[in-house]
């Protein structure tokens, strides 16, 4: 049946053209799927981010605290040593 022959080279031609379009598919919704899950990651990436700067914020808060501390400590501590030096050079100790 020569009318079939060709009918069945159609079909074949058909059915790969489908597997070609399915693959396709295939291969966009597999992207799709990969870029869906790079957003959620940058997403995440920028919480983390902006917590880690939260934190850098508040260490580095504490840190000008502390040092600021520290030199009035150090003031404290050089007035206590100069008053004790002017009162035992007033009572002869030094």
């Known amino acids: 049946m020569p009318g079939g022959s060709v009918l069945d080279d159609a079909l074949r031609r058909m059915e790969a053209v489908l597997g070609r379009v399915e693959s396709a598919v ?3 919704l597999d992207h799709a799927d990969r870029v869906s899950d790079l ?3 940058l997403h ?7 917590r880690l700067a939260q934190s850098l914020d ?3 808060a504490r840190s000008g605290r ?3 501390a ?3 400590v150090s003031r404290r501590l050089v007035d206590a040593m100069e008053s004790i030096r002017e009162v035992l050079n007033r009572n002869g100790g030094g």
Not at 44 to 50: A, E, H, Q
Request: avoid cysteine.
């Open 39 to 41: 957003e959620s990651e």
């Open 44 to 50: 995440r990436v920028g919480n983390d981010r902006s």
């Open 66 to 68: 502390i040092a600021d």
């Open 58 to 60: 508040a260490a580095e």
């Open 70 to 72: 520290n030199q009035e």
């Open 26 to 28: 295939d291969q966009r």
